[in-house]
């Protein structure tokens, strides 16, 4: 019998950097269990544009926390936390060891850092809320934090969208983060990153939007605009927004594909940079590597740490 390390690895990275392939692999090599961290791939619906695996991993493997949300219901990090808090221990009890794979940083860090007020930030969610009518805003924060709400003044923009930002990002008013704040889960975490030359992770991203229309994108979106409204996190999602908003002919076909690009190419660079600030992140150039290579190199870093925790492991 396989005995699991005490460590749970958590494979991050870029968006098209091959996360999720590799932690298949590393599944299908450790009897594993695989628990997405991704924050729109909680939503049904949102298939082809979240690039959710495809139906022969899910096969021969199990996966978790993908599809498990219709994309008009939120779903935030203390959600995740939860869940993740449950999975963990569902998992070992089948003998096998949970995996977590996702470019979600507000979510890992959930798990690894515990939540606080500093650590809920989505820039683009609250450039969003900023378009809004300051008034409609601050409407919402006295029904949904009346204690903010008391302290913000009603023309103070800039604080009125950052408390909404944070109840939208955790679920909990801003108020009750300034109060108390979470732990980090109690599980020794190894977090496994992968990086690439930075050209090569630009023509990848581009590679698979152009796979992703082939796919049939823009008829999985024309069928989802119908289901949302402009205020869901499920509307917007990269991608999706341009494609909604092409659909209501706010320009063309490809300038909707161009604004894809170049937004998910920021995306990663955004990511990219929030991880860089990490110094527990365990980082494998993937960069013109074959698959058993970076697999052999994950499966040596979660035996070093193995051996370091005082754990037997046979991998």
């Known amino acids: 019998m396989v005995e699991h ?29 695989i628990i997405s961290a991704d924050s729109r791939g909680f939503y049904r619906g949102l298939d082809i544009g ?6 022969e991993w899910c096969t021969q493997v199990q996966h978790h926390l993908i599809g498990i949300r219709a ?11 939860r869940d993740v808090s449950r999975l963990l221990p569902e998992i070992r009890a089948r003998g096998r060891m949970p ?17 606080f007020v500093g650590s809920a930030s989505d820039p683009e969610r609250r450039r969003l809320l900023a378009q809004e009518p300051l008034s409609s805003l601050y409407e919402r924060l006295q029904a949904l934090d009346p204690e903010a709400a008391k302290r913000i003044h009603p023309h103070d923009q800039q604080r009125v969208v950052r408390a909404l930002e944070v109840y939208e990002l955790t679920g909990r008013p801003i108020s009750d983060w300034q109060h108390r704040g979470t732990q980090p889960l109690a599980e020794n975490f190894l977090k496994v990153g992968l990086k690439m030359e930075r050209k090569l992770l630009y ?5 698979r939007i152009e796979e992703q229309f082939r796919r049939g994108w823009l008829e999985e979106a024309r069928a989802l605009h ?3 409204r402009p205020g869901m996190p499920a509307y917007k999602t990269l991608g999706y927004r341009e494609l909604f908003q092409y659909l209501e002919g706010r320009g063309s076909l490809d300038e909707a594909i161009a604004k894809i690009k170049t937004h998910t190419r920021q995306y990663a660079k955004r990511q990219l940079l929030w991880f860089r ?9 993937v960069t013109d590597k074959p698959p ?7 499966r040596a870093l979660i035996r070093a740490a193995d051996d370091h925790s005082g754990d037997e492991i046979a991998v």
């Open 5 to 33: 390390p005490a460590v749970v690895p958590i494979v991050l990275g870029p968006t098209a950097s091959g996360k999720s392939a590799l932690a298949v692999q590393l599944a299908l090599a450790l009897s594993g269990e």
């Open 292 to 298: 058993e290579a970076i697999l052999d190199e994950a």
């Open 99 to 115: 995996i977590i794979v996702g470019g979600s940083t507000l979510y890992l860090r959930a798990l690894s850092e515990g939540l």
């Open 277 to 285: 600030r990490d110094p527990q992140i365990n980082w494998i150039d």
């Open 50 to 55: 979240t690039d959710k695996p495809p139906p």
């Open 203 to 207: 023509r990848r991203i581009e590679a």
């Open 71 to 81: 994309p008009d219901e939120l779903y935030n990090a203390m959600d995740f936390r």
């Open 226 to 228: 119908d289901q949302l």
